[in-house]
């Protein structure tokens, strides 16, 4: 899929969320409209400003979809939800180079790794490590170079 691709499927989910939807499926649609807006911001084709717009529009889409989730009720989606929060902010970063986005990953994944572990989820628990792994590494490359 290509730049356009990614673009074309946010305006399906965007106007997908116009219309009445059970709740279920409009957390789905919300879902897929950040890993839509995600995608397309990550181009290499896409200027940088509307990149880092595209992971902005994402990152307000997660933000209102961690709304619905109740970590006690829905660990592994709320721990799912907070992980693509993450990944945005590290989108966001490798545009940007600010500190502050790793600094926001960091915290989209506070308490992930505690629900996770109480759940059992183990799977979804060794993801989470890892992209709390590479931002530990990012972090630790940073004060190297400095």
């Known amino acids: 899929m290509d730049e356009q691709d990614f673009q074309s499927a946010a305006l399906i989910y965007q106007d997908l969320l116009l219309s009445e939807l059970p709740a279920d499926l409009r957390v789905e649609v919300q879902t897929n409209l950040a890993a839509a807006l995600c995608a397309a911001g990550q181009d290499e084709l896409v200027p940088k ?17 961690l709304q619905h989730y109740k970590i006690g009720e829905e660990p592994a989606s709320w721990a799912s939800g907070r992980a693509n929060l993450a990944l945005v902010h590290l989108a966001r970063y490798r545009l940007t180079d600010g500190d502050q986005d790793v600094l926001f990953a960091h915290l989209a994944l506070d308490g992930t ?15 989470i490590q890892s992209i709390r792994d590479y931002l530990v590494e990012l972090r630790d490359r940073r004060s190297s170079s400095r």
Do not use: N
């Not at 990149?51 to 997660?62: F, Q």
């Not at 629900?115 to 993801?127: I, K, S, T, V």
């Open 113 to 127: 790794e505690e629900a996770l572990r109480r759940a059992g989820d183990l799977e979804m628990l060794g993801w």
């Open 49 to 65: 400003d509307k990149a880092i717009s595209l992971l902005d529009a994402a990152r307000v889409v997660l933000v209102d979809l």
